[in-house]
């Protein structure tokens, strides 16, 4: 498999961990793995940009903002770049 410009495949993990969001949010991020990423886009012609998430990392992004797609492996989330609110370092999950 391979993804085209800066679109980004997620798994979706479960977990327990809590976010605090404004209590204007109604809707919470959803934890996921990075399972592939393309290799960047044209945000500013003719500069390239290359993608900055790698495979492996683990992210909060938004389910509203991502294409559902089911494989052999499971169900899985393309969403670009972009629309990745933050990735996670060790130590930031319980």
Do not use: C, W
């Not at 997620?10 to 209590?23: C, F, G, N, P, R």
């Not at 500069?47 to 683990?58: C, E, I, L, Q, Y």
């Not at 089911?70 to 899985?76: M, T």
Request: positive net charge.
């Amino acid at each position: 498999m391979k993804l085209l410009y800066d679109n980004v495949l997620i798994q979706e993990i479960e977990t327990k961990s809590v976010v605090l969001v404004a209590d204007k949010a109604k809707k919470y991020p959803e934890t996921g793995e990075v399972i592939a990423v393309g290799s960047g886009d044209y945000y500013a012609y003719p500069a390239f940009v290359p993608t900055s998430v790698k495979v492996g990392d683990r992210i909060f992004f938004s389910k509203d903002r991502a294409y559902r797609v089911e494989l052999k492996s499971g169900v899985h989330y393309i969403i670009k770049e972009r629309d990745i609110f933050m990735v996670l370092e060790k130590g930031d999950m319980k």
